[in-house]
């Protein structure tokens, strides 16, 4: 009889024991879900679009240590985006189709497909050699239908106002934005825009006062600050034009 007194207790015991098993083994299950989880959204995935940028100089950012340029600051705000910076410091579009950097062009667009291709020259590199209008046009032409023809949208964009544009080269500056602005018009394909930075920059200038010799570490790139103002100026272009996601 005392065994058979004795026999729940024995029962409880291996029952205990066999509760905080289970317990044990399913906060163990979830300590591994939730270290799983944890490891995969640390995992960095990758942009969805890409948007390439060919230019020179003021288009790589020159002068602008801490936001890398006014095409690189517009583009911050859009997350989603892979910036691929195929900038040439101190080249044009002559130099890229024809001499020093031929073909090149077409391996970045096979390359790294990208969703969207800023055009921005500029266009002092044109106005020290005084490249001719129709090679001017040409080139950019070309630049443009490529990059339509690989399935890109694609954005010309004129740079900022510097001292020398503003000053020794404005006429011959002014009539290389023009050629844009009629190139532009002429291929008339709805994949593509025309961002005028360099006439609302002199506009915004002008009516805040402002001199364009407070904008400029030299005379051929704008500071930090000049940057900013043309990155506010192309940033709200891109969202009145609804071509970006």
């Known amino acids: 009889m005392r065994k058979l007194r004795k026999m729940p207790l024995y029962l409880a015991g291996i029952a205990m024991i066999c509760i905080v098993a289970l317990v044990w083994s399913i906060t163990a299950g979830q300590m591994t879900v939730r270290t799983h989880y944890q490891a995969k959204t640390n995992v960095q995935t990758p942009k969805p679009y890409r948007v390439m940028v060919i230019g020179g100089s003021v288009a790589h950012g020159w002068d602008d240590k801490v936001g890398g340029g ?46 969207v291709v800023v055009i921005s020259w500029g266009l002092l590199n044109d106005c020290l050699p005084d490249t001719p209008k129709a090679n001017f046009d040409k080139y950019l032409r070309v630049e443009i239908t490529q990059a339509l023809a690989s399935h890109a949208m694609v954005y010309v964009v004129s740079p900022p106002v510097t001292i020398a544009s503003y000053t020794k080269y404005l006429v011959r500056q002014q009539g290389y934005v023009n050629d844009e602005l009629h190139v532009v018009r ?60």
């Open 70 to 115: 006014y095409l690189r600051r517009a583009f911050d705000h859009y997350p989603t985006y892979q910036y691929i910076d195929k900038t040439i410091v101190g080249a044009n579009s002559t130099q890229l189709q024809e001499t020093l950097y031929k073909g090149d062009y077409e391996t970045w667009l096979k390359e790294y497909r990208p969703n």
């Open 186 to 245: 002429q291929i008339k394909s709805p994949n593509l825009y025309f961002f005028n930075v360099f006439d609302q920059m002199k506009a915004y200038l002008r009516n805040h006062h402002l001199s364009v010799y407070d904008f400029g570490t030299n005379t051929w790139h704008p500071d930090a600050e000049g940057h900013i103002i043309a990155a506010r100026l192309l940033l709200a272009d891109m969202q009145r034009s609804n071509s970006i996601k």
